[in-house]
């Protein structure tokens, strides 16, 4: 299993300036400091609104979600060959994202 560091996730209650909305997943995203300003439909559950987290892309995204204390967001299609999760391992949010391509 090899996981390699993406960025920090930071949730935001106000849209900034040059933010990029990402229609199918309903959020905002700012392509440098990665602030994430998620809209009514998202389909990320309420606790990602409010919690920091730490993206990895991973090679076996099953195999990480089942060594994590809890799942938060099931794994979930993000466009052809890529899928992500959220997970819960030591207390910190973990963004898992594989992509197959």
């Known amino acids: 299993m090899t996981a390699t560091y993406m960025h920090i996730g930071i949730p935001i209650t106000e849209k900034k300036p040059n933010m990029i909305y990402n229609e199918a997943m309903k959020f905002w995203v700012s392509n440098v ?3 994430l300003k998620f809209e009514e439909g998202t389909p990320f559950p309420e606790e990602l609104h409010r919690r920091w987290h730490v993206a990895y892309a991973v090679d076996e995204l099953d195999r990480y979600v089942d ?12 466009g052809p060959g890529v899928r992500l999760a959220f997970v819960e391992k030591d207390g910190a949010v973990i963004e898992l994202y594989e992509d197959k391509n």
């Open 33 to 35: 400091d990665e602030y």
């Open 67 to 78: 060594h994590a204390d809890r799942v938060i967001c099931d794994p979930m299609d993000a």
